[in-house]
């Protein structure tokens, strides 16, 4: 069935670094990629989204890249800070569905 | 505007016994959503109505779960009975039906504790 992968499941980044994000989706349908962010005791919120026809997407510090033929998509943020401290999840959605497959979470510790 | 609430936030139940979780969508969100995390793992579909109807079960693990959406607004969850494996935290997402994005707006879940 379809799945995506995502790694690492956690990752720690002084403040200020750069943090990385990568996932890995199977279903080659699939057109519509979101990010989310869950702190701790809250609700997952989308951050950004990208989709199939466009291969990066920017929003300030955070940005999202696109590899159809990999099959590869990545969250990249910059200067990170404490704030960013939170449980990321990417996510694909196939064309013509409202089904999103999420990836495992990656834990992000971002050291003050 | 009030976001997507479930009720309760935590529930610790015995192995065989029954839980209903409840989900109250975002006002005029015809699209609503259950997940389920099991810790460590991915945020898993379940299931999704659109209004009243179920448009897509195929992630509900077994018929000792039962979802229903009467009247097309809030939907509950009820595992019965529950077993250990069903521990978890539950989410509920909703979404517009006509939408400019795919955001999905999810409740902050309910944590089952089945011991």
């Known amino acids: 069935g379809e799945n995506v992968e995502q790694h690492p499941s956690t990752l720690s980044v002084q403040e200020g670094d750069s943090a990385v994000i990568k996932c890995t989706y199977s279903?080659?349908?699939?057109?519509?990629f979101p990010w989310y962010k869950q702190e701790l005791g809250k609700r997952p919120q989308l951050i950004i989204d990208?989709?199939?026809?466009?291969g990066e997407k920017k929003d300030q510090r955070i940005a999202v890249t696109l590899n159809k033929t990999a099959k590869h998509f990545s969250l990249h943020i910059t200067e990170t800070q404490p704030e960013d401290s939170a449980v990321y999840f990417c996510?694909?959605?196939?064309?013509?569905?409202?089904?999103?497959?999420f990836g495992t979470g990656t834990r992000l510790k971002v050291l003050a | 505007e009030a976001g997507v609430t479930q009720f309760p936030s935590h529930s610790v139940i015995e192995k065989g016994q029954t839980v209903t979780l409840r989900c109250d969508p975002i006002?005029?969100?015809?699209?609503l959503y259950w997940y389920r995390r099991v810790m460590g793992k991915e945020i898993k579909f379940l299931l999704h109505?659109?209004?009243?109807?179920?448009?897509?079960e195929s992630g509900m693990p077994n018929n000792r779960f039962l979802a229903e959406r009467t009247g097309g607004t809030y939907s509950t969850l009820k595992v019965q009975p529950a077993e250990l494996e069903d521990s978890g935290v539950y989410f509920c997402?909703?979404?517009?039906?006509?939408?400019?994005?795919?955001?999905?707006?999810f409740g902050e879940g309910s944590r089952l504790t089945v011991l």
């Open positions: 996510a694909a959605r196939s064309a013509g569905t409202y089904k999103y497959i």
């Open positions: 006002s005029g969100h015809d699209n």
């Open positions: 990208i989709r199939s026809n466009v």
């Open positions: 997402a909703s979404s517009p039906r006509l939408a400019a994005t795919g955001e999905l707006f």
């Open positions: 109505f659109v209004k009243e109807s179920k448009q897509d």
């Open positions: 279903d080659s349908a699939s057109n519509y």
